[in-house]
């Protein structure tokens, strides 16, 4: 890039845009059989870490309700604090990612108009690339009216934890015929209406098999078994930062909590000791 020419930094950012994950990209990683990795964020240090891994999609979960907030469930989590989070993953993601922001739970069920001007403050206050929204047919006329505006829009089916209350477990969903031709019947809707993607959550393999083959959109799994064309995990699931939340879908790639508790009692023994801070690590 030369500087100080005009039009330089439009250049800059252009060109940044250009490796930037969007939903074309994962259209076309679709098409290839290429597997999308997607993973939960809720701050700038760790979406900035997973950017540079190189992971394609940044998704800023109402989970932020259980894992950051410490809620029994993803209803408490309010609009505002959702915008919160995800302006700061985006500001994390600055190179690579595609980062969708949750809408949480009565940000659009109320209704359809609702739920768009909500995504539309997503989309103006924070950075993000999408949204992603619970449930099948009986919110596909908001899925239209957000993709029809330019809101790229993920849907969400299987298990939706916005509707706890409702179902009252967190069991496999689609495991009856019945269940499983209305998961399949919402996703085909979903597409129909215009979302780029969907999340299937906690549905039999061989479910996720049947409607990812049966979408041009692409599926991204969570307890959806090997055949979806992404699979997604809550990053504290996969860090090995909630020991206490073990359902057989989860691999743990790192044991975060220990290593926390290990860092903090050292640093406590070195500051009774008197052995911290140093006299190098003083001025
Ligand atoms: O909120 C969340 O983290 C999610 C993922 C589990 C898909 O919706």
Do not use: W
């Not at 495991?175 to 499983?180: L, P, R, S």
């Amino acid at each position: 890039m030369e500087q100080g020419k005009p039009g330089a930094a439009y250049h800059g950012n252009a060109e940044r845009a250009a490796r930037r994950v969007t939903t074309r990209t994962v259209h076309d990683m679709k098409v290839r059989g290429e597997k999308i990795s997607m993973i939960t964020a809720y701050d700038y240090t760790f979406a900035a870490l997973f950017d540079q891994a190189g992971v394609d999609i940044l998704l800023v979960g109402d989970s932020v309700s259980n894992v950051v907030q410490g809620n029994e469930t993803t209803i408490p989590v309010t609009l505002d604090e959702m915008i919160y989070h995800a302006r700061i993953v985006a500001r994390g993601a600055s190179e690579h990612a595609l980062v969708l922001c949750d809408m949480p739970f009565m940000s659009y069920q109320a209704n359809a108009e609702e739920g768009f001007r909500n995504a539309g403050r997503i989309m103006k206050e924070t950075g993000a690339g999408g949204v992603k929204i619970e449930g099948g047919k009986r919110v596909a006329p908001l899925v239209k009216m957000m993709s029809e505006a330019g809101i790229p829009v993920m849907g969400h089916l299987g298990l939706t934890p916005q509707s706890i209350h409702q179902f009252g477990t967190y069991q496999t969903r689609g495991t009856t015929e019945d269940e499983a031709n209305s998961i399949l019947h919402d996703a085909k809707v979903l597409e129909e209406a215009g979302a780029f993607a969907l999340v299937l959550e906690k549905v039999p393999a061989a479910l996720a098999e049947r409607v990812t083959k049966s979408l041009s959109i692409a599926t991204i799994g969570i307890g959806a078994g090997p055949h979806c064309d992404g699979q997604v995990l809550v990053m504290h699931d996969m860090l090995g930062l909630s020991e206490e939340f073990n359902p057989r879908f989860v691999r743990r790639y790192a044991h975060l909590a220990e290593e926390v508790r290990k860092a903090a009692r050292s640093y406590k023994t070195d500051i009774q000791s008197g052995s911290f801070p140093s006299e190098k690590e003083s001025y």
